[in-house]
């Protein structure tokens, strides 16, 4: 048949084969155009799942951060405080309470516990200078209210702890310093030769003056309390013992 005939076998529907051959070309042809439709779809999708994951992975980075974090500033306040209970207040310079609270301080300028560990640091060296003075020993009291100023400059204890460490140094008469080594092992001819300016003013001065004992434990202030009295020939002296590393005898004028 030529190409003729099969147009015209075509337009007048002669051909059945040739006619149904035409509508499954057409209906295959349709279907093949709706397949493209459908792809978009699941090009789509894909975004959406990808951007679903990237969010969530931040997110849990961010929260294994900040548990990180809270957790250093919780280490942190913890060797702040045992520093604090051990009076290491300033130093070793990387190991005091100073040091670790400046440190949460550093990521935290508003933390609370750490603000109140430097408050507690510069009130117990005021403390310090307080208890250095009735002992006598003034310089270590000055440069106990110079770091007390350093931690906290406006702590309102330093003032009044200057007030109290300048009424101690104008009532004090004399110090006497006593070997630790000699106290320890009761060597009682050494310490009445180191002893014997104050046993003097004693014994002329006896209702004008103050004894103010100083010794590592209250054994050892009994000890020399007892030597005094017994050099002096009296029952009982007016006076005090105190506890600290450094054995002394202070002599306070009274009134």
Known sequence: MNVANQNQAVGTGANPHS????LLFITVFL??????ESEPILVQTLPVESRSVQVAEPDAMDEARQERHRRRIADWLYEGLRAMRE????????????????????????NAL???GLRDIAARYVELAELAAR?????????????????????????????RVQLERERTHSVYTLDVNMVA???RDGITDRLREPLRLLSDRPDSLYLLI???????GRWIYGVLREQLEVRRLPGDIEIGGQPSVRLVNRG
């Open 19 to 22: 006619s149904r051959h035409s």
């Open 31 to 36: 279907v093949a155009c709706q397949v493209p």
């Open 87 to 110: 009076d290491r207040l300033m130093t070793p310079a990387e190991n005091s309470a100073h040091a670790w609270f400046s440190r949460v301080l550093a990521l935290e300028p508003d």
């Open 114 to 116: 750490a603000l109140e």
């Open 135 to 163: 002992q006598g020993q003034f310089d270590n009291a000055e440069r106990f209210l110079y770091r007390a100023g350093r931690v906290q400059p406006d702590h309102p204890g330093i003032e009044a702890g200057r007030q």
């Open 185 to 187: 092992r009761r060597d």
């Open 214 to 220: 100083t010794a590592p434990d209250d054994e050892q």
